[in-house]
């Protein structure tokens, strides 16, 4: 819909779609609903790291979000709306922060504090360190920053409640709680010799089928860098040519095989 | 004998004073408080009672000078007469080495051709999702090249695309450092002796050329001038054209090689990109 | 309250060395290494030389214990131990080795208690046994964690190389996120083989059995024949009053503790294993994360471990007066900001919710707005560097309008710092005591609550407030001084008890204490205006070869740092061991015997008056 101009909604001879035609009534009220909820977002009283210490400066007197409606941080996650995810994530406690999540009522929302939250922040080379909550839970807003400051966590707050209004009632995406039967709460990870996510089991198994047979696994080659293929292509010599012609065929014949490969792995998976 | 309840009470007095000095403030400045640079000043100052409440976004604090979000690289203003929008970074990789999570890659600039390094990044990216906004990279850059910003609203709705910050969305031109930053600016320059970048400084005095001195200002315009009146032999015509007419004409005035083409070429495109950039921001605002 | 006369220092190490040279001939060994202090015991005779370090020659506080793995150098692992005199004094350093497979060393849980945590910490993390410790487990990460990551054979998933800078990151920078690497993206990696049969969470189950308990909840009959339950009950890690991601495992009968389990961990950021890979100065911003409210404190202590290892080089310059003055004015300034938010949120344990932490934090915002305009930020200045500072204070704390709606404003520095220092920090003091301090509901509280005595405050080696409330006047700013610290004039304030109240009162006067110090501070930082203050230090400066003890007064306590540097061909840019003394962590071992016997809402209080933070406690 990105490429429609909103000002011919103005147009009282716009054509409404036969889809829409019984949805005016819901717009208003969408309205009133989703300012109702952006008005009294509840945070859960939640601390993680460094960016908590911010978290409460922004709810302390000097910049105070209870101007926002979310002066109420509830100690339980069952009266909270939104989680701030407010510092860094490790593996010991995403075990934590995933069954909080599922205790909350829906709708809830999460906001990812500070770099850490968002992509394992300056920690994320650690073996307990988990990089980025958006690895288990879905995550509404960014916030960049190491901490971001108070203002720029109001920003992101407010961007929250901007993301509340454009949402409808009238689509499923937006309002997936008004769905049939209960949602599906996140899996909750395994501590074992390192953190499990069980929703990647598969991948885990195929993984260590791999390493019993003494192959490579865990590690994903990453492509060639492109500068060096751009200065290859560009290289003048003849001959260097005729050795990318070699290389090429080479990745060609590699493209094919794996292609082969993952379709025998289908075959097999379709199997079972 | 301890009389109770007189500790009690003695704490409601102070918090019902403090209630009430909060308005009793409101109603002194008639609720200008909040409309009043100077009242703001007092406010969050050392002579403020009660409350002080900054009314973000409606008021926003405006941040110290020294104040370090995410890094940003310096390149010349569009409109410098020598080299518009090229890069103070000189893809030395200092910054890249003291980072301390390393979070910093950059693809030092290569010529094409010889396969020499030149002084200009090919790319440069930073992940913010690793920053951790510390101010190495802007402290121990030997060119002032790449800079603490001040712009903290960077809230997104996605960080796939919108984190890993690139060269592009890196660059911000010279007089943006010298508005949010003056006095640092001032500093900076008195060390190098010059408004101008250090590099242009030794190859000015190389060729026997003066260079734009320092004169403590805090006005981009005026560096600008600066720098306009130090230009060697200013052709009017030349000066009158669009910058990249006049880079191209300036290959043509040097003789078609290829190499001097190619460098036609990126300059081009990066005066394009900086253009959209500029001209984005300012839709956005 | 008894405010303590400065101490004296005066202790001759070398002269008890030579007579525990003496006691030990065959135990004791002078530990001849480049830049190496102290002996090295055999670890056979540990306990014994460790017994008389500290009956007869009265090294009673056992500062900090941890390993060190040297493989590649002497294939050995290593555990160091600090101990001190609670009179003052400098260290008496003595190590016991043990080699790399099957490593073991006997604990010294019996001669210092205080020790406890620290074993499991470096059992957790480097795989040495401590045969004669009681409760032997895992205490950062969960039980079942694959292998001992601090040991220098063991890498992480995503790990890249053993020392910074990187070389995927210049000249040929081409950006990725290292998750993709991985194939699970996680930032995880599972031992080759592991069984997929049997992946069940197994990490709490012997928390629990050392508990003695297979089920939840047990009947008990207490005095007088009523029947009450025994129960266990979980505070943490998401519980308001544990003050981050920290958890208790209490068991309970009726309302009464009987035990306390701090169970840690949640917040290891292997904040020792990424300070090992980084150069020296990269792991200043690291030290800002530790206790997140105090960074510039942090800041210091590392700053004083690497210079003492700089001043054994040759070319090194010690920091100026001016550079001490401005870092003493920020460590005290840090002292003032903890109390202030340590206060409140002890208030706020104590359920005075937010009023009295909303009124200090508005005052702290005021000493935050200094640091952002000095530092660049307000909670991880980052400002203290080798030799220097990062730069010196600027004229006027200012700013600039870059954005809509900004407001600027415009003061000069010595005005605001005068100011606040000269009158509202002590008005607002004085309204604060008058708020609190007699109070009688905070009094029935905290008097006489969670009372730790001097003699286990010691053996706990508890430090900080919680020490000198105890009644022991042991402050490292007198008993073992550091920058300008001896010509200051300031006491140290002791409580009597030992209990809640005598902690909350002793940060009350050392809020007044700092802002003494930093009255004299203000004329010295006027006449030493223009000096220069930067420090020289290269972004790639060497390190000489040894180790360093650094330690400071932090607000929260003694915290240290272990800093080993090693050779390597190109001389040592890295830190062989980086290790963090930190006051929370240690302070934590005497929460259980102090917590035994009180109502599970004194526990909350209990907690808060110790005032940890867990990017110090877990790291
Ligand atoms: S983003 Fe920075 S401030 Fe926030 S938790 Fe991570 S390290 Fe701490
Ligand atoms: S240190 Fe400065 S000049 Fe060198 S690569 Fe970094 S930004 Fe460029
Ligand atoms: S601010 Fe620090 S962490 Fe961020 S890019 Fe610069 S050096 Fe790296």
Same mark, same amino acid.
């Given at each position: 819909?990105?490429?429609?101009?909103?000002?011919?909604?103005?147009?009282?001879?716009?054509?409404?779609?036969?889809?829409?035609?019984?949805?005016?009534?819901?717009?208003?009220?969408?309205?009133?609903?989703?300012?109702?909820?952006?008005?009294?977002?509840?945070?859960?009283?939640?601390?993680?790291?460094?960016?908590?210490?911010?978290?409460?400066?922004?709810?302390?007197?000097?910049?105070?979000?209870?101007?926002?409606?979310?002066?109420?941080?509830?100690?339980?996650?069952?009266?909270?709306?939104?989680?701030?995810?407010?510092?860094?994530?490790?593996?010991?406690?995403?075990?934590?922060?995933?069954?909080?999540?599922?205790?909350?009522?829906?709708?809830?929302?999460?906001?990812?504090?500070?770099?850490?939250?968002?992509?394992?922040?300056?920690?994320?080379?650690?073996?307990?360190?988990?990089?980025?909550?958006?690895?288990?839970?879905?995550?509404?807003?960014?916030?960049?920053?190491?901490?971001?400051?108070?203002?720029?966590?109001?920003?992101?707050?407010?961007?929250?409640?901007?993301?509340?209004?454009?949402?409808?009632?009238?689509?499923?995406?937006?309002?997936?709680?008004?769905?049939?039967?209960?949602?599906?709460?996140?899996?909750?990870?395994?501590?074992?010799?390192?953190?499990?996510?069980?929703?990647?089991?598969?991948?885990?198994?195929?993984?260590?089928?791999?390493?019993?047979?003494?192959?490579?696994?865990?590690?994903?080659?990453?492509?060639?860098?492109?500068?060096?293929?751009?200065?290859?292509?560009?290289?003048?010599?003849?001959?260097?040519?005729?050795?990318?012609?070699?290389?090429?065929?080479?990745?060609?014949?590699?493209?094919?095989?794996?292609?082969?490969?993952?379709?025998?792995?289908?075959?097999?998976?379709?199997?079972? | 004998?301890?009389?109770?309840?007189?500790?009690?009470?003695?704490?409601?007095?102070?918090?019902?004073?403090?209630?009430?000095?909060?308005?009793?403030?409101?109603?002194?400045?008639?609720?200008?408080?909040?409309?009043?640079?100077?009242?703001?000043?007092?406010?969050?100052?050392?002579?403020?009672?009660?409350?002080?409440?900054?009314?973000?976004?409606?008021?926003?604090?405006?941040?110290?000078?020294?104040?370090?979000?995410?890094?940003?690289?310096?390149?010349?203003?569009?409109?410098?007469?020598?080299?518009?929008?090229?890069?103070?970074?000189?893809?030395?990789?200092?910054?890249?080495?003291?980072?301390?999570?390393?979070?910093?890659?950059?693809?030092?600039?290569?010529?094409?051709?010889?396969?020499?390094?030149?002084?200009?990044?090919?790319?440069?990216?930073?992940?913010?999702?690793?920053?951790?906004?510390?101010?190495?990279?802007?402290?121990?850059?030997?060119?002032?090249?790449?800079?603490?910003?001040?712009?903290?609203?960077?809230?997104?709705?996605?960080?796939?695309?919108?984190?890993?910050?690139?060269?592009?969305?890196?660059?911000?031109?010279?007089?943006?450092?010298?508005?949010?930053?003056?006095?640092?600016?001032?500093?900076?320059?008195?060390?190098?002796?010059?408004?101008?970048?250090?590099?242009?400084?030794?190859?000015?005095?190389?060729?026997?050329?003066?260079?734009?001195?320092?004169?403590?200002?805090?006005?981009?315009?005026?560096?600008?001038?600066?720098?306009?009146?130090?230009?060697?032999?200013?052709?009017?015509?030349?000066?009158?054209?669009?910058?990249?007419?006049?880079?191209?004409?300036?290959?043509?005035?040097?003789?078609?090689?290829?190499?001097?083409?190619?460098?036609?070429?990126?300059?081009?495109?990066?005066?394009?990109?900086?253009?959209?950039?500029?001209?984005?921001?300012?839709?956005?605002? | 309250?008894?405010?303590?006369?400065?101490?004296?220092?005066?202790?001759?190490?070398?002269?008890?060395?030579?007579?525990?040279?003496?006691?030990?001939?065959?135990?004791?060994?002078?530990?001849?290494?480049?830049?190496?202090?102290?002996?090295?015991?055999?670890?056979?005779?540990?306990?014994?030389?460790?017994?008389?370090?500290?009956?007869?020659?009265?090294?009673?506080?056992?500062?900090?214990?941890?390993?060190?793995?040297?493989?590649?150098?002497?294939?050995? @692992?290593?555990?160091?131990?600090?101990?001190?005199?609670?009179?003052?004094?400098?260290?008496?350093?003595?190590?016991?080795?043990?080699?790399?497979?099957?490593?073991?060393?006997?604990?010294?849980?019996?001669?210092?208690?205080?020790?406890?945590?620290?074993?499991?910490?470096?059992?957790?993390?480097?795989?040495?046994?401590?045969?004669?410790?009681?409760?032997?487990?895992?205490?950062?990460?969960?039980?079942?964690?694959?292998?001992?990551?601090?040991?220098?054979?063991?890498?992480?998933?995503?790990?890249?190389?053993?020392?910074?800078?990187?070389?995927?990151?210049?000249?040929?920078?081409?950006?990725?996120?290292?998750?993709?690497?991985?194939?699970?993206?996680?930032?995880?990696?599972?031992?080759?083989?592991?069984?997929?049969?049997?992946?069940?969470?197994?990490?709490?189950?012997?928390?629990?059995?050392?508990?003695?308990?297979?089920?939840?909840?047990?009947?008990?009959?207490?005095?007088?024949?009523?029947?009450?339950?025994?129960?266990?009950?979980?505070?943490?890690?998401?519980?308001?009053?544990?003050?981050?991601?920290?958890?208790?495992?209490?068991?309970?009968?009726?309302?009464?503790?009987?035990?306390?389990?701090?169970?840690?961990?949640?917040?290891?950021?292997?904040?020792?294993?990424?300070?090992?890979?980084?150069?020296?100065?990269?792991?200043?911003?690291?030290?800002?994360?530790?206790?997140?409210?105090?960074?510039?404190?942090?800041?210091?202590?590392?700053?004083?471990?690497?210079?003492?290892?700089?001043?054994?080089?040759?070319?090194?310059?010690?920091?100026?007066?001016?550079?001490?003055?401005?870092?003493?004015?920020?460590?005290?300034?840090?002292?003032?900001?903890?109390?202030?938010?340590?206060?409140?949120?002890?208030?706020?344990?104590?359920?005075?919710?937010?009023?009295?932490?909303?009124?200090?934090?508005?005052?702290?915002?005021?000493?935050?707005?200094?640091?952002?305009?000095?530092?660049?930020?307000?909670?991880?200045?980052?400002? @203290?560097?080798?030799?220097?500072?990062?730069?010196?204070?600027?004229?006027?704390?200012?700013?600039?309008?870059?954005?809509?709606?900004?407001?600027?404003?415009?003061?000069?520095? @010595?005005?605001?710092?005068?100011?606040?220092?000269?009158?509202?920090?002590?008005?607002?003091?004085?309204?604060?005591?008058?708020?609190?301090?007699?109070?009688?509901?905070?009094?029935?509280?905290?008097?006489?609550?969670?009372?730790?005595?001097?003699?286990?405050?010691?053996?706990?080696?508890?430090?900080?407030?919680?020490?000198?409330?105890?009644?022991?006047?042991?402050?490292?700013?007198?008993?073992?001084?550091?920058?300008?610290?001896?010509?200051?004039?300031?006491?140290?304030?002791?409580?009597?008890?030992?209990?809640?109240?005598?902690?909350?009162?002793?940060?009350?006067?050392?809020?007044?204490?700092?802002?003494?110090?930093?009255?004299?501070?203000?004329?010295?930082?006027?006449?030493?205006?223009?000096?220069?203050?930067?420090?020289?230090?290269?972004?790639?400066?060497?390190?000489?070869?040894?180790?360093?003890?650094?330690?400071?007064?932090?607000?929260?306590?003694?915290?240290?740092?272990?800093?080993?540097?090693?050779?390597?061909?190109?001389?040592?840019?890295?830190?062989?061991?980086?290790?963090?003394?930190?006051?929370?962590?240690?302070?934590?071992?005497?929460?259980?015997?102090?917590?035994?016997?009180?109502?599970?809402?004194?526990?909350?209080?209990?907690?808060?008056?110790?005032?940890?933070?867990?990017?110090?406690?877990?790291?």
């Amino acid at each position: 819909m990105s490429d429609l101009n909103l000002r011919e909604l103005h147009n009282t001879e716009f054509p409404i779609p036969d889809e829409l035609q019984s949805n005016l009534a819901i717009t208003s009220l969408s309205k009133v609903y989703n300012w109702s909820r952006r008005s009294s977002m509840w945070p859960l009283l939640f601390g993680l790291a460094c960016c908590a210490i911010e978290m409460i400066g922004t709810a302390a007197s000097r910049f105070d979000f209870s101007r926002f409606g979310m002066e109420v941080m509830r100690g339980s996650p069952r009266q909270s709306d939104l989680m701030i995810v407010s510092g860094t994530v490790t593996k010991k406690m995403i075990v934590p922060i995933v069954r909080l999540y599922n205790q909350m009522p829906e709708p809830k929302y999460v906001l990812a504090m500070g770099a850490c939250a968002s992509g394992g922040g300056p920690f994320k080379e650690g073996y307990n360190v988990v990089s980025g909550v958006d690895k288990y839970l879905p995550v509404d807003v960014y916030v960049p920053g190491c901490p971001p400051t108070p203002q720029a966590l109001i920003h992101g707050l407010i961007a929250l409640q901007k993301k509340i209004d454009g949402q409808s009632l009238a689509n499923m995406d937006d309002v997936p709680w008004y769905g049939v039967g209960p949602s599906e709460p996140t899996p909750i990870p395994i501590l074992g010799p390192d953190v499990i996510d069980p929703r990647q089991m598969d991948i885990i198994r195929r993984q260590a089928e791999l390493a019993a047979l003494g192959k490579p696994y865990g590690v994903r080659e990453l492509p060639a860098p492109q500068m060096k293929a751009v200065v290859a292509a560009k290289g003048a010599a003849p001959a260097a040519a005729a050795a990318d012609g070699g290389e090429v065929d080479a990745a060609k014949a590699e493209r094919l095989r794996k292609r082969e490969e993952a379709l025998a792995r289908k075959h097999a998976a379709k199997g079972e | 004998m301890t009389m109770y309840g007189q500790g009690i009470l003695r704490g409601l007095t102070i918090t019902l004073r403090h209630l009430v000095r909060t308005y009793f403030n409101d109603m002194r400045y008639m609720g200008k408080k909040y409309f009043n640079q100077s009242e703001f000043e007092l406010r969050q100052g050392m002579k403020t009672e009660g409350i002080y409440t900054v009314q973000y976004p409606e008021e926003k604090i405006a941040v110290p000078e020294r104040f370090r979000f995410t890094p940003f690289l310096v390149v010349e203003d569009a409109d410098h007469p020598e080299r518009p929008g090229e890069d103070w970074c000189t893809s030395c990789g200092i910054c890249a080495k003291v980072c301390p999570p390393q979070c910093i890659w950059i693809v030092r600039g290569e010529d094409p051709v010889t396969k020499r390094p030149i002084p200009e990044p090919q790319a440069f990216y930073i992940d913010i999702d690793i920053c951790m906004n510390c101010g190495y990279c802007a402290e121990f850059c030997p060119f002032d090249a790449i800079k603490m910003d001040h712009d903290y609203e960077m809230a997104s709705y996605d960080r796939t695309t919108a984190h890993i910050h690139d060269k592009e969305k890196l660059s911000k031109p010279f007089s943006y450092w010298l508005n949010i930053a003056p006095t640092t600016a001032n500093e900076e320059a008195e060390a190098r002796g010059s408004w101008e970048h250090s590099d242009t400084v030794k190859s000015k005095k190389k060729a026997g050329v003066p260079s734009v001195a320092y004169t403590p200002t805090t006005d981009p315009s005026q560096v600008m001038q600066m720098i306009r009146a130090t230009m060697p032999e200013p052709a009017p015509a030349a000066e009158a054209a669009p910058t990249a007419e006049r880079s191209a004409a300036a290959v043509a005035q040097a003789g078609p090689s290829a190499e001097d083409a190619l460098k036609a070429e990126r300059l081009r495109k990066r005066q394009e990109a900086l253009a959209r950039k500029l001209s984005k921001e300012a839709g956005s605002q | 309250m008894v405010i303590a006369a400065p101490q004296t220092v005066d202790v001759d190490v070398n002269a008890v060395i030579d007579k525990l040279k003496e006691k030990f001939p065959e135990a004791v060994k002078n530990d001849t290494r480049q830049g190496y202090k102290g002996v090295i015991v055999d670890k056979s005779k540990l306990v014994e030389v460790a017994t008389s370090i500290r009956d007869e020659f009265g090294f009673d506080y056992l500062s900090s214990a941890t390993g060190v793995d040297y493989l590649g150098i002497a294939d050995e @692992m290593e555990m160091v131990y600090h101990a001190y005199r609670t009179t003052g004094g400098p260290a008496l350093v003595f190590k016991a080795q043990t080699p790399r497979d099957n490593p073991e060393i006997p604990s010294l849980i019996d001669v210092w208690p205080g020790v406890d945590f620290q074993e499991r910490e470096v059992w957790d993390l480097y795989g040495i046994r401590f045969p004669g410790h009681p409760n032997l487990q895992r205490i950062l990460l969960w039980e079942g964690f694959n292998g001992h990551p601090m040991r220098k054979d063991w890498k992480e998933a995503y790990f890249e190389e053993d020392h910074k800078p990187f070389e995927s990151r210049w000249p040929a920078g081409h950006v990725h996120r290292i998750e993709e690497k991985n194939a699970y993206g996680h930032n995880v990696m599972y031992p080759a083989d592991l069984d997929l049969s049997r992946l069940t969470d197994t990490s709490e189950e012997s928390l629990y059995n050392s508990l003695g308990l297979g089920v939840d909840v047990q009947d008990l009959t207490g005095e007088g024949g009523i029947k009450t339950d025994r129960l266990v009950v979980n505070l943490g890690p998401h519980h308001p009053s544990t003050h981050g991601v920290f958890r208790m495992v209490v068991t309970l009968d009726g309302e009464t503790i009987e035990t306390l389990d701090p169970v840690m961990g949640y917040l290891h950021r292997n904040h020792e294993k990424i300070g090992e890979r980084n150069s020296f100065l990269q792991n200043m911003p690291f030290t800002d994360r530790l206790d997140y409210i105090s960074s510039m404190s942090n800041n210091l202590g590392y700053a004083l471990a690497v210079e003492q290892l700089l001043a054994l080089g040759a070319r090194y310059q010690p920091p100026t007066y001016r550079a001490e003055v401005i870092r003493v004015l920020m460590a005290e300034l840090t002292r003032i900001v903890n109390h202030l938010w340590s206060l409140g949120f002890l208030l706020n344990d104590l359920g005075a919710f937010f009023t009295p932490m909303l009124y200090a934090n508005n005052e702290r915002e005021k000493i935050l707005d200094f640091f952002e305009a000095t530092a660049g930020s307000r909670l991880m200045c980052n400002y @203290m560097r080798f030799g220097g500072v990062f730069k010196d204070i600027p004229e006027r704390i200012h700013s600039v309008v870059n954005m809509v709606n900004d407001k600027v404003r415009d003061y000069n520095t @010595m005005d605001y710092l005068t100011e606040m220092i000269n009158e509202r920090l002590p008005r607002f003091m004085d309204e604060y005591e008058r708020l609190l301090v007699n109070n009688e509901i905070l009094k029935t509280r905290t008097v006489g609550v969670g009372v730790l005595p001097a003699d286990r405050a010691i053996a706990y080696s508890t430090c900080g407030p919680l020490l000198r409330g105890s009644g022991v006047a042991y402050d490292i700013r007198r008993s073992d001084p550091y920058s300008i610290y001896p010509e200051l004039d300031f006491d140290i304030p002791v409580g009597q008890n030992g209990d809640i109240y005598d902690r909350f009162m002793v940060r009350v006067y050392e809020i007044r204490e700092s802002l003494r110090i930093l009255k004299q501070i203000l004329p010295r930082l006027e006449r030493t205006k223009g000096e220069e203050v930067v420090s020289k230090f290269n972004y790639l400066g060497r390190v000489p070869i040894g180790e360093s003890y650094g330690r400071v007064e932090n607000p929260k306590g003694e915290l240290g740092y272990y800093v080993v540097s090693a050779g390597d061909e190109k001389g040592p840019q890295n830190p062989w061991r980086y290790h963090i003394r930190a006051p929370s962590f240690i302070n934590l071992t005497a929460l259980g015997p102090m917590s035994k016997g009180y109502k599970v809402a004194d526990v909350v209080t209990i907690l808060g008056s110790i005032d940890i933070v867990l990017g110090e406690t877990d790291r």
